[in-house]
């Protein structure tokens, strides 16, 4: 069963107040999608229920090359950059949990009205420039055909593998949105500082029930945190001056050391902090994936116990030992049910990659458009 109802909420992380009080801004198509989970009598449906008309290899006779094209270019790029893997992984959710994988999220505001990309959660998104260069290749070879909707989750596909994850198989078929959301993106984006209970609801309204939640966390295996993120838990936690109390001591040091309290305000602004420098081990420290990453903004890398550590393993472990980086991901121990997937995931490497690639295959699928609705646009930041 997905859909629970909440005691109310008392236990407030520093802005929890604001975004506990914000209104949903749900689609048809999401409301839908819940009740068709809710009514779903396994409660762990493994395709969602939009996937119907999406097919396996819908471009075999239009552009039989493109998957080809697309694994071969997020290769290159993120042999260059690895950065390019964390990007598109965070790109395709905040596409799919705004009115669905429609590719909304990549196009650019018109005539001075904001996009998804402009909406405070999505400031710090990247990859769209990986998108793009992608694109322009399946342009020269099959014209008009391949969706920017499909390269975005074949794209974050083979992001995940390269950086260790599992492989999923994924259908095709999707279509471009002819229209951006930036309200939906800035009021219903889960945010790094939500309490368990409005996590597990934010998942449950797209038919994800609390195995799936916390499986579909375990992406924060990879990529950087910028400091502001976490900062209030560092220095000045639910405005008590004092650091997060469930912060493991040594961890809370190592965090310290590489955020320093003067770098930027320890409120959960969304805006850059240009000044400050990359104090982390990070060799990439947080940049553009294509150009040369930024040595400004600081941050701490997910896996900041080395490259090697498999995919998903670290970050349960972590968080049974109270060192979670962001508020929202340390809440998954609160819970009895996400706690105890926590645990499973933790000691079972294999459970939590398949049901990894269960969870992102239904993410992949959610809300997708399929013709003659939507389009598929020549350049994806742009309607045609
Ligand atoms: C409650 C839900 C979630 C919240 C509040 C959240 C929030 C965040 C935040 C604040 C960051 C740091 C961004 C930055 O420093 O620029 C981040 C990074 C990231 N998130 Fe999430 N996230 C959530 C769920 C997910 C899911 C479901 C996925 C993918 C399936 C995902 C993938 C990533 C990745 C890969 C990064 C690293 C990005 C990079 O290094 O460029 N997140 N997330």
């Known amino acids: 069963e997905t859909k629970k109802s909440f005691p109310a909420i008392t236990l407030s992380p520093s802005n929890s107040a604001s975004s506990m009080s914000r209104p949903m801004f749900l689609s048809n198509k999401f409301k839908k999608q819940q009740e068709a989970s809710d009514s779903s009598s396994s409660g762990y449906d493994f395709y969602g229920d939009s996937s119907g008309s999406l097919e396996y290899d819908f471009y075999r006779e239009s552009c039989p090359e493109a998957e080809k094209i697309i694994r071969s270019r997020v290769q290159d790029l993120y042999y260059r950059h690895a950065d390019v893997a964390p990007s598109l992984l965070r790109l395709v959710f905040h ?145 008590t001056d004092e650091p997060d109390p469930t912060l493991d001591i040594e961890f809370l040091n190592l965090l310290r050391s590489r955020c320093n309290n003067n770098h930027t305000s320890s409120s959960p602004s969304l805006s850059p902090s240009p000044s400050s420098s990359c104090p982390s081990l990070s060799p990439s420290c947080v940049g553009n994936p294509v150009s040369p990453p930024s040595p400004q903004v600081p941050g701490v890398e997910m896996d900041y116990e080395g490259k090697g550590s498999s995919f998903g393993t670290l970050y349960y472990r972590s968080l049974l030992q109270g060192r979670g980086i962001l508020y929202v991901d340390q809440q998954l121990t609160v819970g009895e049910e996400t706690e105890a997937w926590v645990r499973a995931y933790a000691s079972d490497a294999s459970l939590f990659r398949q049901d990894f690639a269960k969870a992102m295959m239904k993410l992949s699928n959610l809300g997708v458009l399929i013709a003659p609705a939507g389009q598929v646009r020549i350049s994806c930041s742009k309607t045609v």
């Open 95 to 239: 596409d799919c949990f705004v009115e669905g994988c429609d590719a909304s999220v990549l196009l650019d505001a018109v005539d001075g009205v904001d996009g998804e990309k402009e909406s405070p959660p999505n400031e710090t998104l990247k990859g769209f420039d990986v998108i793009d260069i992608i694109k322009s290749e399946l342009e020269e070879a099959c014209p008009g055909i391949v969706s920017c909707a499909d390269i975005l989750v074949f794209a974050a596909r083979e992001s995940v593998a390269l950086a260790g994850g599992p492989f999923y198989p994924l259908e095709t078929g999707r279509r471009d949105s002819t229209m951006s959301f930036s309200e939906v993106a800035t009021y219903d984006l889960p945010t790094p500082y939500d309490i368990l209970p409005k996590t597990v609801a934010s998942f449950a309204l797209r038919g994800f029930n609390e195995r799936e939640t916390v499986s579909l966390l375990g992406a924060h295996s990879i990529g950087t945190i910028h400091c502001r993120f976490f900062l209030s838990r560092l220095y000045n936690f639910d405005g």
